[in-house]
C-alpha cells in the first residue's frame, strides 16, 4: 500500500466550495454590529418622525406609528437575541470538561 504525505491529500470538494464563498469581515461581531446599528437607525428614525409630528412640521400619524411600532419590535427582537446570548452562554459556563 502507497501512502501519501499529508501534504498531497485533498479537501473534499464541497468544503473548498464552501470556503471560497466566505466573505472576510461576515463573523458573528459583524453581523450583531449590523443589526444594533439597524435598531438603533430605527429608533432615530421613530423620534425624528414623533418630534416632527409634535412640532408640525407634518401631519401623517399613520407613518409616525408605523415607525414607532417598526422601532419597538426591532428593539423587542435585540432584546430576546441578547437574553439567549445571555443564555447560551451560562449553559456553555456550567459545562463540566
Not at 73 to 93: C, E, G, N
Request: cysteine-free; proline content about 2%.
Amino acid at each position: 500500500m502507497k501512502t501519501l504525505p499529508l501534504s498531497q491529500i485533498q479537501q473534499p470538494l464541497s468544503l473548498e466550495k464552501s470556503m471560497k464563498g466566505q466573505v472576510e469581515g461576515t463573523g458573528f461581531g459583524d453581523v450583531l454590529k449590523k443589526s444594533l446599528e439597524s435598531v438603533n437607525a430605527n429608533i432615530q428614525e421613530a423620534s425624528q418622525m414623533t418630534e416632527g409630528l409634535v412640532s408640525g412640521q407634518h401631519s401623517n400619524i399613520h407613518e409616525t406609528m408605523i415607525a414607532m411600532e417598526k422601532s419597538t419590535i426591532s428593539f423587542r427582537m435585540l432584546t430576546k437575541v441578547q437574553q439567549k446570548v445571555i443564555a447560551a452562554y451560562q449553559d456553555v459556563m456550567r459545562m463540566q470538561v
